[in-house]
C-alpha cells in the first residue's frame, strides 16, 4: 500500500506564492518520477512539473520562470514552489510517483487565483 499525502492548496491572489508538498510512503521500490499534475475545470489533467530519478526536471511552458520543482529523495517528498501565480494556475493540483511499472497519485489539492 502507498500513500502520497499532499499540502500546502488555498486560495492566493495574482501575484502571490504557494507551496504545495507530497510525502511518500508504503511500499515502495526504487521511485523513478516524482510531479505534479493539475486539472481545471473543463480541462484534460496536466503536467506541471516532473523530476526524474536521474535528475532531470521538466516544466510545462507556462510555469517556467515562476515554479520549481524540488524532491527529497531520503524523505520521499516532493515540492512545488509556485510563484507570480496567475488566475490560470488555477486548479487541482495532484501529486504524481511512479515506483518501478506503478503510477500513484495523491488525492488533490485545490489552489485558486482570485483577487
Known amino acids: 500500500q502507498v500513500q502520497l499525502v499532499e499540502s500546502g492548496g488555498g486560495l492566493v491572489q495574482p501575484g502571490g506564492s504557494l507551496r504545495l508538498s507530497c510525502a511518500a510512503s508504503g511500499s515502495l521500490f526504487s521511485i523513478n518520477t516524482m510531479g505534479w499534475y493539475r486539472q481545471a475545470p473543463g480541462k484534460q489533467r496536466e503536467l506541471v512539473a516532473a523530476?526524474?530519478?536521474?535528475?532531470?526536471?521538466n516544466y510545462v511552458d507556462s510555469v517556467k520562470g515562476r515554479f520549481t520543482i524540488s524532491r527529497d529523495n531520503a524523505k520521499n517528498t516532493v515540492t512545488l514552489q509556485m510563484n507570480s501565480l496567475k488566475p490560470e494556475d488555477t486548479a487541482v493540483y495532484y501529486c504524481?510517483?511512479?515506483?518501478?511499472?506503478?503510477?500513484?497519485w495523491g488525492q488533490g489539492t485545490q489552489v485558486t487565483v482570485s483577487s
Open positions: 504524481n510517483v511512479r515506483s518501478g511499472p506503478f503510477n500513484f
Open positions: 523530476s526524474t530519478s536521474g535528475g532531470s526536471i
